[in-house]
């Protein structure tokens, strides 16, 4: 089991930018799967981007691709949403998930733990 804990959300204007963190303890954090989903009010949660356990292979949405980039720091037990040009559709509370396994799934079904989210609001 694990436990995700997300940090770094705000208030920050169209085009600036922003570092979301999750941190892991529990089990061993490289036998996870690690991904960012976000869900605005009124909509359902929506897949933003995953990473592999190793960190060599990423997953992106469309609406996302060049503006965001996940990673993750195995050492530190840490996977990270480096949020670039951000525009007010972006607003949402992110959440940071787990699934045991290696594959990157964009369904949020696939994933067995979730943080508790960090709200991310963006200004025009």
């Known amino acids: 089991q694990v436990q995700l804990v997300e940090s770094g959300g705000g208030l920050v204007q169209a085009g600036q930018s922003l570092r979301l963190s999750c941190a892991a303890s529990?089990?061993?954090?490289?036998?996870?799967?690690m991904a960012w989903f976000r869900q605005a009010p009124g909509r359902e949660r929506e897949f933003v981007a995953a990473?592999?356990?190793?960190?060599?292979?990423?997953d992106y949405a469309d609406s996302v691709k060049g503006r965001f980039t996940i990673s993750r720091d195995n050492a530190k037990n840490t996977v990270y949403l480096q949020m670039n040009s951000l525009k007010p559709e972006d607003t949402a509370v992110y959440y940071c998930?787990?699934?045991?396994?290696?594959?990157?799934?964009?369904?949020?079904?696939?994933?067995?733990?979730w943080g508790q989210g960090t709200q991310v609001t963006v200004s025009s």
């Open positions: 998930a787990a699934r045991y396994g290696s594959y990157m799934e964009s369904a949020s079904a696939s994933y067995n733990y």
């Open positions: 529990g089990r061993a954090f490289n036998v996870y799967t």
């Open positions: 990473v592999s356990r190793s960190n060599a292979y990423t």
